[in-house]
């Protein structure tokens, strides 16, 4: 099912609200497009190779999600503190 994703268009959608900074880890067949169990709030600001936050949400063709919500790390967009990019998947 993650090798399907690869070929999809990803459309990222900036929101400023810090909120949404949170991880739930890596579910490659959630039920829904939200965390399963409670998230962990985290600090994402003030770091040399972290700043921000990337949230990741894909329809698997079996109906379920494959949801990732984390930290930037040093190799994606440099992204202001607080500021979070949700980028929504579809095929």
């Known amino acids: 099912m993650l090798i399907t994703l690869l070929w999809l268009p990803i459309l990222p959608v900036v929101s400023s609200s810090p ?3 949170y991880s739930c ?3 490659l067949s959630a039920p829904t497009a939200t965390c399963k169990g409670e998230p962990k709030k985290i600090n994402c600001t003030g770091s040399g190779i972290r ?3 990337i949230s990741v949400t894909a329809l698997n063709t079996d109906g379920s999600y ?3 919500k984390r930290c ?3 190799e994606e967009r440099k992204l202001k503190d607080g ?3 949700n980028m929504n998947i579809w095929k």
Request: aromatic share 16%; proline share 0%; charged share 15%.
């Open 19 to 21: 909120f949404q900074c």
């Open 25 to 27: 880890g890596v579910f």
């Open 51 to 53: 700043n921000g936050c």
């Open 66 to 68: 494959y949801v990732e």
């Open 72 to 74: 930037a790390d040093s």
């Open 83 to 85: 500021e979070c990019v």
